[in-house]
């Protein structure tokens, strides 16, 4: 009889429960972080906030910071405000420039462990000339063109100083006779040098090119070289160097090192510049004279005296900043992993080759006379050597650093409405974002295993093509730079209806593919429709979501699976559930009210179809990993 009267009872439980299901628990999502996320700030920020749709709860090493260089440090025990809707977790030291990975892990109110990463990045360079060139390697024409502007600024800069070494023995000995000057063939051979490195960018962007700071710095050092050749050539020499000496700036304020270190980093690289230019001016215009005086030892004994002198200071002056650039942009552990360590390393071979010279020919100086033509070859080679490190130079400055894609520019800031939209190529995760006159695409593969480790393979490459076209018409090809690791900037006319964006994505070790994706336009911010809709969404009882998943975008999709729910339940799965998104647009096209939302923390879009009660009858998420496409069906309202 017991036995009976229990069974009685649990059953009469068991209808209970399934008769009055028990309040939806809502996921914990991540609504919104400081720094934003794929954004760019100036410098390290001293601690990072994550604020989430609900209450959770942070444990040890709830947040960890990976920088550019696949370094992982953490932040150690957090803090929680709002009823511990928001976590803020302390940066324990400053860190490198370049992009930082944040991953955290923490608990819902469900109980379910949440997580996830987001990227920003720290001292965000400028666009460089190499922008569109389609890879990480060295762009060698600019690099070309880099190392003539160098070469005619050491041939001005340089030779100004030197000619003081000159002036004495011309003074004294009327048989002397005085060298050609290269000043002026220095200035224009800069000049060119700039016409070169701005003509693609002109060609490109246009008079825009003069609105930012690339082209403003190209425009600086084209008026400086313009100017120095007047005044070289009208013998203003005082003048002259203070035009050149403006070059010498614009050259650190578009360095790496600045990118490193604003104001400092320009400082370093322009003070390194200069001693470096005058060191390789100064050497050819000693060369030059000590050949054309060979006849007048005393005098060649003279000039070569006064030169090494001059160049002992500069090698210290150019070895001491020449350091400390290298410390402050290249990892000791990249020196010889990447073209640009390499690069750095055969400069700083270059460079002791000519010291040594140098001291050579200062040890042949003490003797008698008779060694004075050795004195000449030394020299020779190493001037030679020297236009070999100004070539490396040339070369560096036109080279990514170590992972450079983390310090690429960001995409300019949106000029209105941000239209978000995601979906798979293959099995690499596809975010667009489209605003006025440009297109952001951010890719990114799986991630697997430890989820705090530094990724294995963490630069991955990833390759980018696509057109654009009005849904029917002709398409354009969409050429895409950098803007950091997965991303990629686009200018886009996009036209007043739908515009059509082919895409194909790659990556190696994953599986590519094509990708269409509809771009309505214009779309208008909608905070309150979202809210509206959650509202609606709230007073249904019941309704049925056909549900499909798909890891691969070229895989077949599985059948729908049926979902009966209620309002309620469903919004307590989805990210917008409490009508709240950090992007939300809405766009109405032939009668049809589409909302599309954003969650850059996260990686995430929704695209929501409505009703004219403005209810879901369609919904596309996506995220790095997942597409899921939902219907919505709702049983019908009899009287």
């Known amino acids: 009889m017991r036995t009976t009267r229990l069974l009685v009872v649990l059953a009469v439980a068991t209808v209970a429960l399934l008769a009055f299901p028990a309040p939806a628990q809502a996921h914990a999502f991540l609504l919104f972080t400081t720094p934003t996320a794929n954004s760019a700030v100036v410098e390290s920020p001293a601690s990072v906030d994550l604020v989430f749709n609900e209450r959770v709860t942070a444990g040890a090493d709830a947040v960890v910071l990976v920088d550019s260089g696949g370094r992982a440090t953490s932040t150690g025990p957090v803090k929680t405000a709002r009823d511990g809707g928001v976590v803020t977790a302390q940066v324990p030291k400053a860190l490198p420039p370049g992009e930082v990975t944040v991953r955290w892990r923490v608990t819902g109110e469900d109980g379910d462990l949440v997580e996830g990463e987001f990227r920003f990045a720290i001292g965000a360079a400028p666009p460089a000339s190499s922008a569109n060139e389609g890879g990480p390697g060295v762009s060698w024409v600019p690099a070309g063109l880099r190392w003539m502007l160098f070469t005619g600024l050491a041939l001005a800069l340089g030779g100004l100083v030197a000619r003081r070494g000159t002036a004495v023995p011309l003074a004294k000995n009327p048989e002397l006779r005085a060298v050609r000057s290269l000043l002026v063939f220095g200035a224009l051979a800069g000049l060119a040098a700039t016409v070169g490195l701005a003509a693609p960018l002109i060609a490109e962007v246009g008079t825009d090119l003069w609105q930012a700071q690339p082209g403003q710095l190209l425009l600086t050092e084209a008026a400086g070289f313009s100017a120095a050749a007047l005044l070289l050539w009208r013998r203003r020499h005082a003048w002259a160097a203070a035009a050149l000496t403006a070059v010498v700036i614009a050259e650190g304020l578009r360095s790496h090192a600045d990118v490193a270190e604003p104001v400092w980093g320009a400082l370093l690289t322009s003070v390194h510049l200069a001693a470096a230019a005058v060191w390789v001016g100064a050497l050819v215009h000693t060369v030059r004279t000590a050949v054309a005086w060979r006849g007048h030892r005393a005098a060649v004994r003279w000039v070569i005296t006064e030169y090494a002198g001059t160049a002992l200071w500069l090698f210290l002056v150019v070895a001491a900043t020449g350091t400390a650039a290298a410390l402050l942009l290249v990892p000791v552990d990249t020196l010889f992993t990447t073209d640009y360590g390499r690069i750095l390393m055969i400069k700083v071979v270059l460079v002791l080759i000519a010291v040594l010279l140098a001291g050579t020919a200062r040890l042949y100086l003490k003797g008698d006379d008779a060694r004075l033509g050795r004195v000449r070859m030394l020299a020779r080679t190493e001037a030679a050597v020297l236009a070999a490190a100004l070539a490396a130079a040339a070369v560096l400055v036109s080279a990514p650093l170590p992972s450079a894609d983390a310090l690429a520019a960001p995409p300019p800031a949106a000029d209105g409405p941000e239209l978000p939209l995601g979906t798979l190529a293959g099995q690499i995760g596809v975010n667009l974002t489209a605003s006025q006159g440009q297109l952001v695409i951010r890719l990114a593969t799986p991630r697997w295993g430890n989820y705090y480790a530094p990724e294995p393979g ?81 007073q249904v009882d019941n309704l049925t979501v056909y549900e499909t998943v798909t890891s691969d975008g070229t895989a077949e999709l599985p059948p729908p699976t049926a979902l009966p729910l209620s309002g309620p339940t469903f919004l307590g799965t989805e990210p917008y559930g409490a009508g709240v998104a950090p992007i939300v647009v809405r766009s109405d096209g032939e009668g049809a009210v589409r909302l599309y939302l954003a969650f850059p923390a996260e990686a995430r879009t929704a695209e929501l179809l409505l009703d004219v009660e403005g209810r879901i009858v369609e919904e596309t998420l996506t995220d790095p990993k997942h597409v899921i496409l939902r219907r919505f069906t709702y049983p019908e309202v009899t009287e």
């Open 458 to 538: 963490q630069q991955q490459d990833f390759e980018l093509s696509g057109a654009l076209s009005p849904v029917g018409g002709a398409a354009d090809d969409l050429t895409f730079r950098p803007c950091g690791r997965g991303c990629f900037v686009a200018g886009a006319a996009l036209r007043d209806g739908e515009n059509l964006v082919t895409l194909r994505a790659e990556a190696p070790g994953w599986r590519g593919g094509d990708v269409a994706l509809i771009v309505p336009w214009p779309v208008t911010s909608a905070a309150d429709a979202l809210a509206d809709t959650a509202a609606r969404m709230e």
